[in-house]
Each structure stands twice: as C-alpha cells, then as structure tokens.
T-cell receptor, first 113, second 114 residues
Framework: KQEVTQIPAALSVPEGENLVLNCSFTDSAIYNLQWFRQDPGKGLTSLLLIQSSQREQTSGRLNASLDKSSGRSTLYIAASQPGDSATYLCAVFLGAGSYQLTFGKGTKLSVIP | ETGVTQSPTHLIKTRGQQVTLRCSSQSGHNTVSWYQQALGQGPQFIFQYYREEENGRGNFPHRFSGLQFPNYSSELNVNALELDDSALYLC?????????????FGSGTRLTVV
C-alpha cells in the first residue's frame, strides 16, 4: 500500500527566505507526482506535475524535484512571500490499475512579513 | 478552459439523511474522481469514473455511490449520513488516454452532518 509522508507538518519562516518542503513515498513505481496548494477551507490548486521520467519541474519561484529510486520529492520555494502562506500537499499517482492519487497530510506554511 | 466547478459550496444535513453533490468536469477531461478530506488530513480517494463507469474505488462503504454523465459531469451520493461523513468533498477531473497530465480539482463542497 502506497504511503506518502510530508515533513515538516508545519513551517514558519520570515518573508524573503528560501525554503524546502519534503515528500516521501513508499512505492517507487509511480507514474507521476503532483504538488498542490490549498488555502484554508478551499479546494486544491495544482502547482507542479512531475512525470516519472523527469527529474524536476519549475514554475516561477517554485521548483520541484523527483528522485524515484529513493522515494522522495522536494518543493523549493524561493524568496518566500506572505501570499505563499497555505498548506502544500504532494500526491503520487501509480497509473493504470490504480487510478487514485495518494496524498500526504500536507505542510502548513506561514510566511511572516 | 472552464475548470472544475462543484455545487453546493456548503451543506448541512441531519444524520440518517441522504445527500447529492455535483461536479462539472473541466472541458476535454474524460475521468472524474471524488475525494473526502477530513480536517487536518490529506484527501482520501472515494472512487473514479471513466466513460460513465466506475473504474476504481477506495476504502469507502457502498453508502457512497456516484454517477458520471455523457457530458462528463458527475454526482456523488451519500446515503444514511453519519456524523463522521462531515468533511470537505473534492471533485477532480483528468484526461486519461495513454498519458496522464495530472488532475484539476474543484473548490469543494463542505458537508456538515449534525
């Protein structure tokens, strides 16, 4: 059974700091991995999708990396801003035969002005 | 792109009642999935529909059922509501052929069972 763990559960940083969020998964045979952002009480906004054949993806100040063999992904946020405050979730997708996304519990990020 | 829309946004029901939640998939997507998210937890997979048939189900009782319509919109039905069914219900759509390009989520329906 695929399990996804996110560390830390919560993180508070001053504005402008660079930070890294971690995601680990137990079954390395994933099809892709997706990072999401969730604001309180809201739905999920997709940030980055990494296919299993890729090592990283970048969008603006965000960079996600994937190491399938070790079962790890990181989300790097550069020059953090108060508007980045939210919960960040990673989810893995195994592909055909298992159509579900398996999520971690998320990392709650607070960026202090 | 129209995105994924869900209705209603909030709902309060009494234990034992039945509820129907609705979702309109993103244009061009052929699969729709439903997730339950309890407070402080990650979303849990309920089931997925592809071409109007259920093709995957998580560890949820059959009180939870669904439909996908020809226009790829979907419903989640929950019978005999229990207090523990209180959660945020998320709908997600995707295009699946030989490649999957990830899932797009709606804003969710907050269900409170009293």
């Amino acid at each position: 059974k695929q399990e996804v763990t996110q560390i830390p559960a919560a993180l508070s940083v001053p504005e402008g700091e660079n930070l890294v969020l971690n995601c680990s998964f137990t079954d390395s045979a994933i099809y892709n991995l997706q990072w999401f952002r969730q604001d309180p009480g809201k739905g999920l906004t997709s940030l980055l999708l990494i296919q299993s054949s890729q090592r990283e993806q970048t969008s603006g100040r965000l960079n996600a990396s994937l190491d399938k063999s070790s079962g790890r992904s990181t989300l790097y946020i550069a020059a953090s801003q108060p508007g980045d405050s939210a919960t960040y979730l990673c989810a893995v997708f195994l592909g055909a035969g298992s159509y579900q996304l398996t999520f971690g519990k998320g990392t709650k990020l607070s960026v202090i002005p | 792109e129209t995105g994924v829309t869900q209705s209603p946004t909030h709902l309060i029901k009494t234990r034992g009642q039945q509820v129907t939640l609705r979702c309109s998939s993103q244009s061009g997507h052929n699969t729709v999935s439903w997730y339950q998210q309890a407070l402080g937890q990650g979303p849990q997979f309920i089931f997925q529909y592809y071409r109007e048939e259920e093709n995957g189900r998580g560890n949820f009782p059959h009180r939870f059922s669904g439909l996908q319509f020809p226009n790829y919109s979907s419903e989640l039905n929950v019978n005999a509501l229990e207090l523990d069914d209180s959660a945020l219900y998320l709908c997600a759509s995707s295009f699946w052929n030989r490649v999957n390009y990830g899932y797009t989520f709606g804003s969710g329906t907050r269900l409170t069972v009293v």
